[in-house]
């Protein structure tokens, strides 16, 4: 029966749901699956730059990233920058949104000052951060110079610490989109339920742990998938002003290592080869938080 | 809905009508394009010399598009050229020569002239900047940017540390007792620093005639070994790697990433690309000296290598498109021209008549700082590949390796000798690769 009623919401015109799709299908396919499909053959073969030749070279791709001591100390300065921006940034986010959803005087202000980092391009942000960490100009090695004694010209010299620096600003930009998610899903929050747990004595620690946090899971998931997309992908910009991917590629992380294998060094075998493995990363993570965050995630009113 | 319909329909015939003068105006000139990665000031000095061009030719219109920097254009001409939209005419920098060599895609511009029947006289360029585009004796693209390293030094910090400020260390021994000096009397707090750090490792073995790879430095056949791990290249890193652990030198970043510490006076010396005169000059508030770059003594005298970039010629075009080509590149090499972008740019001018016009008028005794590259360049010996410069398919990549090699050594990750051996054994494997894919 419900085959019957679907069949009659365009009476007389079968195929028109389908025409009113395909041209969303079409860019689709255009612009995205056929280049994927393009860069996953491509990932089995070497190519000169102009293409003049073009080599089968079966999985060497593959097995000569995984053998590349710079393709693992890419991946892993990937997992510690995404960790960091998921991890600190959401936490540092909800406790930003919590404060902000206090009734306080001037809170439009604050909440306006907090969310406009968002309306930042990445390459502003890169420059900001990028003016303010600068080795010899810059405010922060100036004032952590006077603090400490001594003229630190190696403040982006030393790789640990230029991740952190390339992290810190990575989480900041973020803060304002994250921010304004927890505010809205903070301000759907009953305020029976968190009044009814007052009133069985529960204090404000155990009032966020059991009701609030529990209630933001659909945020915080959301959040949490948008935040590692961020991640991967969208650091582009910030990490090309702020440091090239160094100092001695510690902050190459995957993204900006297949821009330069691709772009720079014109090897589109690799790149493909690249591109392929942060895909099945990418995938594999989505899955998993979708799978287990959705199990998990209370949508209840 | 029909009035609509036809409105629309006239709106577009409107819009078709506003575009079509252009191309009408264009037709009866040979259209060229040229695609180039000058921008700011650089750009501005490239769009006048278009626009003079155009005004002296008639029966030319040369568009010139800045199309990003040198690796976007480098992208953009490969993509283009495999899609057959390639321009005319393209600037490609020093690194991707042995690219533009082995694409198939150029015609060499030693061949030109005999192409549209014109003689020319390739003697008028100078030499060392022709001898780092040739192959065999013959010029594949033309010089256009061209540029090489010197030492930058601050001469109020010269006097303030008791050191006479007209007397710049020439070896390397000398700039680490002025290092010291510079130290120990509290005028700095560390004294040296790179620009290019990779590059600065290639001028080091160019200017002391040491081949930096195999294969004559890959002139006389595609290159398949790097050498830069051997004696020299280690006595010169362990040379570094001390500066570095006395204080002296300290790591300032790649590209121009050190300027700002040279011209904010945190360091007193630098060794940069010449093109970065006129930004130091206008950057600090002291005395800016320049001088050759440092020497190990005991070594043979070989010659500082040239750096920036060339122009490529596309193969495959119309006899007039060719013609009109060569009538900018001829244009280029013009007394005037090649002087007014020495001034606006601080590049070399390519011809020799334009250094002799530049020298007749006194312009280098105004600012003794632009003759140092000139001399520097035009003292060295010319008739080595080790003195002309390296040439390899993967340089791109090779010189960050060598960045990177400089930068473990001096923070004391690797030893020299360690960093380099870990350099050259990626260095060879994409040298080999090159050469199995470009034989």
Known sequence: ?301 | MKVRQWLLIGLVWTLGACLAPQSVLAAGKVEITWWHAMSGNNGKVVDGIVKDFNAAHPGIELKALYTGNYPETMTKYITAYRAKTAPNLVQAYEVGTQQMLSSGAIVPVYQIPGMVGEKWDWAQYVIPITHYYSTAGNLWSMPFNSSTAMLYYNKDLFAKAGLDPNKPPTTWEELEADGKKLLQTGAVKHVLSFGWPGWVLEQSFATHNQLFANHENGRSGLATKVLFNGAFGNMVLNTWTRLAKEGIFIYGGPEYSANSAFESGQIAMLIQSTSSLKGIEKGSQFKVGTTFLPRFEGYPRGNSVIGGASLWVTKGQSKEQLRAVWAFLKYLAGTNIAVDWHKGTGYFPAVNSAVQALLAEGWFTQDQNYLTAFLQVLSGRRDTAAATGVRMGPFVQIRELERTAIEKSVSGQLSPKAALDEAARKADQLLADFAQMNH
Request: aromatic residues 16%.
């Open chain 1, 1 to 301: 029966m419900a085959n019957v009623v679907e069949e009659e919401r365009f009476p007389g015109h079968p195929l028109l749901p389908y025409a009113l799709i395909l041209p969303s299908v079409a860019v689709i396919v255009v612009f995205l699956v056929v280049p994927f499909l393009q860069s996953v053959e491509q990932s089995f073969f070497a190519t000169t730059a102009f293409g003049t030749k073009t080599l089968f070279v079966g999985l060497r791709n593959y097995t000569r990233l995984f053998a590349a001591e710079d393709f693992r100390a890419s991946a892993l300065a990937t997992l510690l920058f995404s960790a960091f921006v998921m991890v600190i940034g959401l936490s540092f986010s909800l406790a930003v949104a919590h404060l902000l959803n206090q009734k306080i005087r001037g809170q439009g202000f604050y909440q306006v000052a907090l969310i406009w980092t968002y309306a930042l391009s990445p390459a502003v942000a890169g420059a900001i951060w990028a003016l303010m960490f600068a080795p010899a100009t810059g405010i922060v090695p100036f004032v952590v110079g006077k603090l400490f004694g001594g003229y630190l010209l190696n403040w982006m010299a030393n790789g640990s610490l230029a991740l952190l620096v390339v992290s810190v600003a990575a989480t900041w930009k973020m803060l304002g989109y994250n921010i304004v998610f927890f505010l809205a899903g903070l301000q759907n929050i009953p305020e029976e339920f968190v009044d009814a747990a007052r009133v069985d004595g529960a204090g404000p620690w155990r009032t966020f742990w059991d009701i609030t946090f529990p209630m933001l899971s659909p945020t915080t998931t959301f959040l949490l998938f948008v935040n590692m997309i961020y991640a991967f992908f969208q650091v582009f910009g910030l990490i090309d002003i702020m440091t090239h991917g160094g100092p001695g590629d510690a902050t190459n992380i995957l993204i900006y290592k297949l821009y330069r294998d691709a772009f720079l060094y014109l090897d589109a075998g690799t790149a493909s080869a690249e591109s392929c493995i942060v895909f099945v990363v990418i995938s594999v993570a989505a899955i998993i938080q979708l799978h287990y965050a959705t199990r998990k995630a209370i949508y209840a009113r």
